[in-house]
């Protein structure tokens, strides 16, 4: 089915260990972002690509870094884990511009102990 | 920097009872973009408003956006179950949407 994937959906890490959160999307959308959601925050935006090659800072960047090889995929990296970085994490992806609106991934939810 | 406030946090309602969320931005918008979140699922889009004063209808929801396009609201007539969620309002560039906190809609028992 076309959509946006995330994985894993579950993870726990320790403090100061790294992983990759995987995103990939077949819609061919330009436009690839990651958010955090924290309980009564609403949505941060962590990072944005708007095309393969090209990655910019969103709103709360560090501690995660990001790539985009392929239109497909974006990837982020959580550098060393701190217990701050506790959140559900979503991958979403449009075409930019359109009006339909961000297509959302199902979620990583982490927990850093 | 730019911010959007969503009111109210909660809203508990009577199924068959009316619901309505704001949002004001502190800055004039391009866009502002609706969602709607199941509890433990993920955001799903409802519309995009960008004209000034534009009022868009999905069945039961009623969608405004604000002469000065600082504003906007979601109105839901007659609440059922299928309603219960939390609904997010997103306005800004298309690059870097900034969100309202959400407005948790729980129907009561």
């Known amino acids: 089915n076309a959509g946006v994937t995330q994985t894993p959906k579950f993870q726990v890490l320790k403090t100061g260990q790294s992983m990759t959160l995987q995103c990939a999307q077949d819609m061919n959308h330009e436009y690839m972002s990651w958010y955090r959601q924290d309980p009564g925050m609403g949505l941060r935006l962590i990072h944005y690509s708007v095309g393969a090659g090209i990655t910019d800072q969103g709103e709360v960047p560090n501690g995660y870094n990001v790539s985009r090889s392929t239109t497909e995929d974006f990837p982020l990296r959580l550098l060393s884990a701190a217990p701050s970085q506790t959140s559900v994490y979503f991958c979403?992806?449009?075409?930019?511009?359109?009006?339909?609106?961000?297509?959302f991934g199902s979620g990583t939810r982490l927990t850093v102990v | 920097g730019q911010q959007v406030m969503q009111i109210p946090q909660y809203q508990h309602v009577q199924e068959g009872e009316d619901f309505t969320t704001y949002c004001n931005s502190s800055?004039?918008?391009?866009?502002i973009q609706w969602y709607k979140q199941r509890p433990g699922g993920h955001p799903v889009f409802l519309i995009q408003l960008v004209k000034s004063g534009e009022v868009k209808k999905q069945k039961r929801l009623t969608f405004q956006f604000g002469e000065a396009k600082k504003n906007s609201s979601l109105h839901i007539t007659a609440t059922q179950t299928t309603d219960v969620g939390t609904y997010f309002c997103?306005?800004?560039?298309?690059?870097?949407?900034?969100w309202g906190a959400g407005t948790k809609l729980i129907i009561k028992p």
């Open positions: 979403a992806s449009s075409y930019a511009g359109s009006g339909t609106g961000y297509t």
């Open positions: 997103a306005g800004g560039s298309n690059y870097q949407l900034i």
């Open positions: 800055t004039t918008l391009s866009n």
